[in-house]
């Protein structure tokens, strides 16, 4: 098993999405560079956080044309397993492997701060140990992370369970006050319908370790490592 | 077409007669214009610290551990451990952001950023201290600090989040003073091994000069030069075209070099900050003993028709200056092409010394490389000492309500919570945050070095304005408090002097006290200066700024089980003082907030008492007796309290109890005394603590306990109570509230 | 007409059922400045494009509505000068 | 023309010797994307204004300077519709 961190020029969450992997779940992980045209012999991506191409024009508008986006969508439609991670969530919605986009904070501000995300389904390879709408805490740190898909979509999303993260208080309860961005149904993220990828907002690459008072980023990659290559005997 | 040197412009370009006389015997001629350019901007205040060069001498530099000293290098470079060392310095970029706050703020935060990965390190985190004029009011002076605040803490989050280094802490002051003058001071860290330390030298004759980064544009033109005067209205007028920050530029530089340096191919490298390609050209070739030879024609351009003049002195962002060792050259260009950023070799380095710089082919200037980066003026400024403020005396002060007075003081934004500023700072990219910004000192986990470092910027200027000297030791004493109470030991402090006009005999007589208090302080706490900034002319026409000689400084958690935050934890844990009671009211907060008056002299600082404190305080943490630790500062001790009850995770209430203490409540709650930290200690703690505490002979006290959803202090026959929610509130939204208004 | 660089507008507006809070702000704040009669602003981009030869119409199109736009949350409209 | 709202449209652009790193990013984007004849690309906001009566152009020339653009480094254009 081999996972690719895909480094954009302007990615900064490289770096610690692949000590996520590497130091935090002892999981093989290396980078890809953006120039780069094939996947092959990875068996599942990650496209990490940052301001790719400076987030100029459009977050993740410019990236989505990388040369190794051809091979991330490739891949993708073949099914294998595709996390976008911030701005990797905003390259996954402009490549329209997700739909809908990440529009500006309601705010008009950057935030960055600890929040608190249900796992709304287990049914993707990132949550399939996150049954029972587990509640988990992370950072955030997005300027546009307030997400928007049209209404139709967003029943399609609901109905076909495709809301895979959301934004509540500590009890999990879905509340304004818990919504840090104005994202629609406090969505925090989301996946397609063949379930194999996904985007999120908040930041697991930053929750993996005790002494950054949360390793809940864990549960995801852990998750993730195990549909790859399920473990027989435990 | 030749410019002819007049009396005028020479005087324009801010040099005198005594100057250009200087000048003309260096070159054994008469300079061009474009050579009057080069030593303008190389000489002055900016670059050459004319001014302040023979006061920055006072400052202790050496230490065992300090590997590159101050003003050898782009920034100084200390042993941490286990081969691992940290480069660190703090710069300011307040006359750019007085004039366009947001791109002022961002290239400040990119020019300190640079200045670090000069050093070989990987930059790891920054700070920033900032003042502005009060930002409370519907005046249009209120409005226009606000809009200052505003964009400049936009200004520091759109680079650094971009460039994707956390800013983990810093400080806000607000105060009439800064009414159109702001300082934006910013603090880089950098982690390096040792034999990474990379050098500003160009060395080896023969070996290729190479410009690497962004296109060269008019921007700033001249911008050292700029920050040399001080700001009137016809700044506005006759400012250059203002520097644009690019931090996705700046990433692509960063990871760049930071892999040429690994190849090991680099000769010398240094950025391009102020004065641009002609400070970086003659500093690396005076370093190297060496000459550099360039041809501006080479140089690559964003705009058309610029002259040799513009090119050498713009301050375009996101460039550096890289001699390469010869072969080395292909690897660079492999480099800087995969990383898509411009690149030209520009010349190379020469065996005589000069600095000289063609224009296709044809010479523009030749001056002595050393002379011109070392010999510039250097002046001893007049100093007029400012009559002693008076001491305050409580017999003259009116009491006042001091329940409602530690709501207002919690509200009012200098001590308000900063939530509002760093929330819009990505604080936790690189996930090694582990104490975020909102305890006394934030704490870093450096997963490569497996260190943890903790780090701070502190300077309270009301206490520097009424008494320099005083304030200048309790900056150093309140920073190196602020880190014990972390776990942490200091290590080294950098520092940026902000002053108003040197030339004012009373401004001037200010920075040398200040010195000369940060001087003996640093010795006395054991902390070299490994670098720093000056920043003069801070000056809005009406007056200077109050003195503001601030200092950042860093400081090692030996073990992780160390680490201390300054909110109580759990019900009845005993809430401990140690240090004295105090009662020294003058240039306080509360004096200045609750009772308008910005006066009397400040606390006295006893470096004896504040290192039995601090020892105790560290000493205590390591045995594992404490559960947190606050220090006392702005707003004294009721402040203090306070915000150890709301700045937790969760909310606690507090019972202390002064007994029979002689003072008035107001001045016990809102004294500012000195080397004073508040602990708490679970209940069985106490006894081993308090036998700490008295074998250290150190004077401490148990206050009360935690527990409850109240603040209750009582003394004598008086108590007061607050609703933690309510204190909560006061403080937490405050300037939310404020920058909504 | 060789050697002159020839221009193109493009404005790249929020779509009317996307909420624009950067829009809403600015009304907001120009009603504060004594602009009562303001009624609603709505933010977009504005991009000067210059060529040294004019790209043809369906490349350009493609451009706008790949790049340069996002149809999820945005219209373009394109000016050639 | 009562009941039918004003609109002005003002166009904030970064002055010409200013960097515009947005724009240069966009400019090697579309020269990605087989545009090469593209010289150069300048990216500013384009502002949307509905009015229920037209201010006066005093005024709104007021805002623009002060509150829509950044005189420093931006230059703005009004056209009333
Ligand atoms: N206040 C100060 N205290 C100690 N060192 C200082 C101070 N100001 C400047 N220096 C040192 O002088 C040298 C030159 O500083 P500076 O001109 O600010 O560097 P740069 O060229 O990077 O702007 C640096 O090594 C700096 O650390
Ligand atoms: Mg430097």
Redesign the interface.
Known sequence: MKIAVVQFPGSNCDQDCLRALTDGLHLPAEYVWHKQTSLSGFDAVVLPGGFSYGDY??CG??AR?SPIMRAVVRSAKEGMPVIGLCNGFQIL??AGLL???L??????RFVCQSIWLRVETGDTPFTANLQGRRVLKMPIAHGEG?Y???ERSLETLESKNQVVFRYVDETGDVTAGSNPN?SIHNIAGICNEARNVLGMMPHPDRAWDRKLGSEDGKLIFGSLAETLEPVVSR | MVTEITPDLIRTHGLTDQEYAQIKAILGREPNFTELGVFSVMWSEHCSYKNTRLELKKFPISGQKVLVKAGEENAGVIDVGDSWAVAFKMESHNHPSAIEPFQGAATGVGGIIRDIFTMGARPLFLLDSLRFGPIQGASPAAKNNRRLFSEVVAGISHYGNCIGIPTIGGEISFDESYEGNPLVNVFCLGILRHEQIARGAAKGVGNSVFYVGSETGRDGLAGAAFASRDLTEQSKQDRPAVQVGDPFKGKLLLEACLELLASGCVAGIQDMGAAGLTCSTCETASRGGTGVEIDLALVPQRETGMTPYEILLSESQERMLIIVERGGEATLKEIFDKWDLPYARVGEVTCDGMMRVLDHGCVKVEIPARKLANNAPVYEREALADPQAPEFRIEDLPAADSHESLIRLLAYPTIASKNWVYRQYDHTVRAGTVVPPGSDAAVFYVREADKFLAATTDCNSLYCKLNPREGARIAVAEAARNLICSGAKPLAVTDNLNFGNPYQPKIFWQLRESVEGLAEACLRFGVPVVGGNVSLYNQNPNSAIDPTPTVGMVGVIGEERWITRQYFCDQSDIIYLIGPVGHELGASQYLKIIHGRKEFLPPRLSYDLELGVQAVVLSLIQQGLVKSAHDCSEGGLGVALAECCISGPRRVGARVDFGNWPERLDQILFNESQSRVILSAPPEAKEALEAVCAAAEIQFGRMGQVGGSDLIVSARRETLLWDVDELYHAWYDSIERVMRS | MLGV?MKVDV????KQ???D??GV??RN??KD???D???????????????????DEA?LQE?CR???S?P??EEYTIRIA
């Open positions: 024009l459009r508008a410019i044309f919605c402009e739909p809908g986009a529009i500006r904070n309601q705010s008009l307030s928007f898909v049209d104005g | 660089p404005v790249v507006m929020p059922s996307v909420l809070p950067q702000a600015v704040a120009l400045l004594g602009l009669s303001v009624e609603s602003v709505r933010v977009g981009k504005f991009l000067e494009l210059e060529f040294k030869t004019l790209p490349k451009v790949d790049l340069l996002n999820v949350i």
